[in-house]
């Protein structure tokens, strides 16, 4: 069973950094991409970020860029989101997705971040 | 970016009745080079991550139940379901995954009239 559990989630101050970290299991995972997807309370869904296997591509959204860093350690089957220079339209929950041919086939039961003063 | 549009953003059907939401993309997410449409729905019930209904426009994930079908090419998109269950009340998303920037929908409501 494909199972993805993120954690790291909580309370910031604006401007300040969180770090969530997704931990995967039940799948090869070096051999998928995964991405962050996030969901302000009451809202939709937005994609956040999305890397290779090996890492060597990874892209972002415009939202994003510059702030948030993705990165994955394949020989602990995990996944990470850096995000520095919070703000108040940061505050969502953020899951982390398996990326199949066939789109986000698996995903996490998410973190929730509040970037509140 | 491809912007994704759905309509309408929120819909209530009758238990039983035919319930259809629309999806259009601001440009083709049709690969000829493969010959499928880069376009997946998603259902997500409160509480709860999303889960994939549909891909390729039209190919319905395994043990999803055969009420759900998709459908269109290029930039427009259908979901359908055919026999509103009282079970599907959900919001439902599409998402295109033809570039390697992915985005979704606004998100259309379904509810029981």
């Known amino acids: 069973e494909v199972l993805l559990v993120e954690s790291g989630g909580g309370l910031v101050k604006p401007g300040g950094s969180l770090r969530l970290l997704c931990v995967a299991s039940?799948?090869?995972?070096?051999?998928?991409?995964l991405s962050w997807v996030r969901q302000a309370p009451g809202k939709g869904l937005e994609w956040v970020s999305s890397i290779n296997g090996r890492s060597d591509y990874i892209y972002y959204a415009d939202s994003v860029k510059g702030r948030f860093t993705i990165s994955r350690d394949n020989a602990k089957n995990s996944l990470d989101l850096q995000m520095n220079s919070l703000r108040a339209e940061d505050t969502a929950v953020y899951y982390c997705?398996?990326?199949?041919?066939?789109?986000?086939?698996?995903w996490g039961q998410g973190t929730l971040v509040t970037v509140s003063s | 970016d491809i912007v994704m549009t759905q309509s309408p953003d929120s819909l209530a059907v009758s238990v039983g009745e035919r319930a259809t939401i629309n999806c259009k993309s601001s440009q083709s997410v049709f690969y000829s080079s493969n010959n499928r449409n880069y376009l997946s729905w998603y259902q997500q019930k409160p509480g709860q991550p999303p889960k994939l209904l549909i891909f390729w426009a039209s190919t319905r994930e395994s043990g999803v139940p055969d009420r759900f079908s998709g459908s269109g090419s290029g930039t427009d998109f259908t979901l359908t379901i055919s026999s509103l269950q009282a079970e599907d009340v959900a919001v439902y998303y599409c998402?295109?995954?033809?570039?390697?920037?992915?985005?979704f929908g606004q998100g259309t409501k379904l509810e029981i009239k």
């Open positions: 998402q295109q995954f033809y570039s390697t920037l992915y985005t």
């Open positions: 039940g799948f090869s995972f070096s051999n998928y991409s």
């Open positions: 997705a398996r990326i199949t041919v066939a789109g986000l086939r698996s």
